[in-house]
């Protein structure tokens, strides 16, 4: 009886010490974790936020233009299609257009009918539509590009947009504008606060250059334009904008 009851004693025993390492252990974390803890707290930080902008003369610009053509069965209106943009893009390269430079973007034959009150709709045939996006990397030559496309077979412009082949320099310079105005906020709240600038904590970006977007033109008549001069194109200039965000840390 007393062999039996002796080995209760010693899990007991057992247990009560590893109790006591945990509650040890547990007693020489806690005080690392709130000085961490009390550190944060103490310290005074300010977020801000602000924008750079550079303004440049784009130097390119993006043009979609297309060719439509009808024709009795869906075959016959591809056919004609492709005879008139077979021109068309030789016109683009005759115009100095790189085969780079110039991309489909869209390719459809649809059928058309004719509607009339209380009869189903009849097939009158049907219509091909085919466009090409290309980039004119000369703004001089554009206005003589698009006059060339036309004369050749176009029937419309969908849009132009300008644009830049390199933004990194004005972006670069977006950056400058946008930590100059950064600064000049932090400085600012730290002289309002009276509080002075310890050291800069956090730095962020977002933004940065982005194409304008197509804007539309008027649609060319498909038959040839016969002028002496190019169309007037004006490429204005862009504005390349970074945001950019901040986290300081104060102090008295």
Known sequence: MTALMSRPRHLKAAKIALVGVLLTSAAVALPAYADSADAAFRATTLNLSAQGESKVTPDMATITLG???????AAAAL??????MTKVVAA????????RDIQTSNLSVNPQYVYEQNQPPKLNGYQ????????VRDLAKLGQTVDATVNAGAT???????????????????????VKALQAKADLYSRATGYKIVRLVTLGEGGGYTPAPPMPVPMYAMAKREMADSSPVSAG??????DVSATYELAR
Do not use: C, M, W, Y
């Not at 056919?79 to 008139?84: D, H, V």
């Not at 683009?92 to 085969?99: H, M, N, Q, T």
């Not at 419309?156 to 946008?178: C, M, T, Y």
């Open 237 to 242: 200039e862009l504005k390349v904008r970074v």
């Open 67 to 73: 060719v439509q053509t009808d024709g009795a069965t």
């Open 156 to 178: 419309n412009v969908g849009g132009i947009s300008f644009g830049l082949q390199d933004p990194k320099a004005a972006e670069d310079a977006a950056r400058l504008d946008a």
């Open 92 to 99: 683009l390269k005759k115009a100095g257009i790189a085969d």
């Open 128 to 135: 091909a539509s085919n466009q090409v996006t290309i980039q």
């Open 79 to 84: 056919s004609a299609n492709a005879a008139q």
